[in-house]
């Protein structure tokens, strides 16, 4: 399954915005450089008390279309 790993840090506000929908997609860097955009639902498995912080895994079929997103270790 191809897979991208990202850097997300949003803040509870922004979270706050992508949860009560006002956002269809999140737009975020790899830690590659590339940019890449995915579902902003998936943001509501990830945030916390104090919003988003950390290096995520978004994997997604062969046809291109998002599957889910998990924290990796730092």
């Not at 803040?11 to 590659?32: H, I, K, M, P, Q």
């Not at 995915?38 to 912080?53: K, Q, S, Y």
Request: glycine letters at 8%.
């Amino acid at each position: 399954m191809p897979h991208i790993d990202i850097v997300l840090q949003l803040d509870r506000a922004t979270c706050l915005a992508y949860y009560a929908g006002r956002f269809d997609n999140v737009r975020a860097r790899s830690v590659e450089g590339r940019w890449v955009h995915f579902p902003a639902t998936a943001l509501r498995h990830i945030v916390g008390p104090d919003g988003i912080n950390g290096v995520f895994r978004l994997c997604f079929s062969e046809a291109g279309k998002f599957q889910s997103i998990t924290r990796l270790p730092t």
